[in-house]
């Protein structure tokens, strides 16, 4: 059986995977662990320095060890420094594959510029607003209900959280992806204002083992928007990846 773990990004929640469970293939051990920047952990996490931390504590929750780990979002930075943090301590994550959704990378510290911290500031609500609308499917929120959601969770994530996830995008260019053996699937999407496409191709290309795949048509969560799509996606890197028992070195060794 193979077994794979789903990591949600800032401010959303276990939740986020939901539209996708019912296109998961038989025999598929889907885990989708609740993590602390969830909305309702943010509080508990945003002081928070070191979230690559709870990454590996949800790796080791999972008993028989993670064939697939997919991160979407910001989940990505935090696994990146896992993945990069265990390679050079010459103990890699024991995973058969990683996909990467929607995630952000800069190669140089030099590509971050000051006049853009404001419009990715004030494009975080519209992101917010786009999970909401999404997850709320056939049954919508009255618009008045859904600005106000949007304005608590804002609220809720505030300066400190926020900044969390921008301290962890301005250390992308200092993570060394290129120590990373696990193969990747790196999965941008057309219409994200939020996570640029030119991220994903760029942190493919940066990898030592990665292929790279545009969704056209699909904004900030392809697996809201498209979930039969993006499970295809994933089925089909799994069956290319080897399971855990194909890794080197003995396969019962934890995460």
């Avoid at 943010?42 to 002081?47: K, L, N, T």
Wanted: overall charge negative; proline content about 9%.
């Amino acid at each position: 059986m193979s077994r794979l773990l789903l990591l949600h990004g800032l401010g959303n929640n276990a939740g986020l995977w939901a539209a996708a469970t019912p296109h998961w293939r038989p025999g598929l051990e889907v885990h989708a662990p609740q993590l602390p920047w969830s909305g309702e952990g943010i509080a508990g996490w945003r002081h928070e320095t070191d979230s690559a931390r709870h990454v590996e504590q949800a790796l080791d929750a999972v008993e028989g060890g993670v064939d697939v780990i997919v991160a979407h979002s910001f989940a990505t930075l935090p696994l990146l420094e896992l993945l990069c943090r265990r390679e050079a301590a010459g103990d890699p994550v024991r995973a058969a594959g990683v996909v990467l959704v929607n995630p952000f990378y800069r190669q140089r510290a030099e590509d971050f510029h000051w006049d853009e911290i404001v419009p990715m500031v004030g494009n975080f609500p519209q992101t917010v607003s786009e999970g909401i609308r999404l997850q709320s499917g056939a049954r919508p929120i009255e618009p008045a209900l859904q600005a106000d959601i949007i304005r608590k969770l804002c609220v809720w994530i505030g300066p400190y959280g926020w900044l969390r996830f921008y301290d962890a995008y301005l250390r992308t260019p200092t993570l060394p992806v290129h120590l990373i053996s696990a193969p990747c699937l790196v999965v941008g999407t057309e219409l994200d204002t939020s996570a640029p496409a030119s991220d994903a191709r760029l942190l493919a290309a940066r990898l030592p083992r990665a292929e790279s795949v545009l969704l056209p048509g699909v904004g900030h969560f392809p697996m809201l928007e498209e979930p039969r799509r993006f499970t295809d996606l994933v089925h089909a890197f799994l069956d290319r990846s080897p399971t855990r028992s194909g890794l080197a070195g003995d396969a019962r060794s934890p995460v």
